[in-house]
């Protein structure tokens, strides 16, 4: 019998929780995760359990968010008059100031 995986915690988490998503729903998903550094798994807990989701800085978070950032200056680049802009892009564009906001919070600390 193998040992049991537990998490930073020292919990098991031995229980399975799947749900059904669109595809609209898991890229918007997807670019969330990736913008917080954290895993699917811990970033799906927080949110349904309304914990704070605190983002470190660190390469990769920095990466992903250059990325969606050159995503989000072509999409707008698409848009002449600010109409038609989808749902999921403004979800997005909040998502990630309010992380550039909490990123630069910190650099000032420092």
């Not at 917080?36 to 800085?57: A, P």
């Amino acid at each position: 019998m193998s040992l049991r995986s537990v998490d930073q915690q020292g919990r098991w988490r031995n229980k399975t929780v799947a749900f059904r998503m669109s595809l609209e729903e898991d890229r918007l998903l997807e670019q969330l995760v990736s913008a917080t550094g954290l895993t699917k798994q811990d970033y799906i807990i927080h949110r349904l359990l309304n914990r704070e989701i605190v983002v470190q800085g660190n390469p990769r978070v920095y990466k992903a968010l250059r990325n969606q950032l050159s995503a989000v200056l072509v999409e707008l680049q698409r848009i002449h008059t600010g109409q038609d802009i989808p749902e999921d892009m403004l979800d997005l564009i909040g998502f990630m100031t309010q992380i550039i906001g909490g990123l630069k919070e910190e650099m000032n600390d420092v």
